[in-house]
């Protein structure tokens, strides 16, 4: 099992772009979460998500979407790109029945470290 | 509102030392909570999770505590080793809500 993944590793964007930070995970997941973790600060929760089709927000979501059309994949879409989201943007999962994952357990993807200028 | 802290934001120890990590919370309505550690350009790896109605946990060199009506958690690394070096986070699920409420983490520099 890849786990979770994320793409890109590196990111820089000018004020007012958009994109969409990719996250996939293999493991039949039901739960999945965007944090940002920013110097000083403990990592603060953007959007969630309790299976496909579902999804919510958490501690800090303007500026930020996403969807959940697939178990497998979560993305976070930035609309227009501003120099306060310059963070390192984290994907993490848990939950899965089969796989014996309870929902207290969450596996990390690698970060995705984004700068705007 | 759940707060976490953790004080030292940063530590510095020699090899071979034991040493005590705090984590601090202040609304002691906690469903669980659970330490994690942070290498550089990786994500987070889970460490220990103590549920609210243990007192500890331990895997191998590490164990933590929970003190619930102190609102205080602490992780013990046993023999130290430069290997432990890494930013080390505690994360509080409060009873009713899915979301994790993260201290800002402690680095720690295992000096050899």
């Known amino acids: 099992n890849a786990g979770v993944t994320q793409t890109p590793k590196f990111q820089v964007l000018k004020t007012g772009q958009s994109m969409t930070l990719q996250c996939a995970q293999d493991m039949n997941h039901e739960y999945m979460s965007w944090y940002r973790q920013d110097p000083g600060m403990g990592l603060r929760l953007i959007h969630y998500s309790v299976g496909a089709g579902i999804t919510d927000q958490g501690e800090v979501p303007n500026g930020y979407n996403v969807s959940r059309s697939t178990t497998e994949d979560f993305p976070l879409r930035l609309l227009s790109a501003a120099p306060s989201q310059t963070s390192v943007y984290f994907c993490?999962?848990?939950?899965?029945?089969?796989?014996?994952?309870?929902?207290?357990?969450?596996?990390f993807g690698p970060g995705t470290r984004l700068t705007v200028l | 509102k759940q707060e976490v802290t953790q004080i030292p934001a940063a530590l510095s120890v020699p090899e071979g030392e034991n040493l005590v990590l705090n984590c601090s919370f202040t609304d002691s309505a906690i469903y669980n909570l659970q330490w994690f550690r942070q290498d550089p350009g990786k994500g987070l790896t889970s460490l220990l999770l103590?549920?609210?109605s243990q007192r500890e946990q331990t895997s191998g060199r590490l164990n933590a505590s929970l003190d619930k009506s102190s609102g205080r958690s602490t992780l013990y690394i046993a023999a130290s080793q430069p290997g432990d070096s890494a930013t080390y986070l505690c994360a509080v699920k409060p009873d009713s809500n899915y979301q994790l409420i993260w201290g800002a983490g402690t680095k720690l520099i295992i000096k050899p």
């Open positions: 103590i549920q609210s």
């Open positions: 993490a999962s848990s939950y899965s029945k089969a796989s014996g994952h309870s929902y207290n357990e969450q596996f």
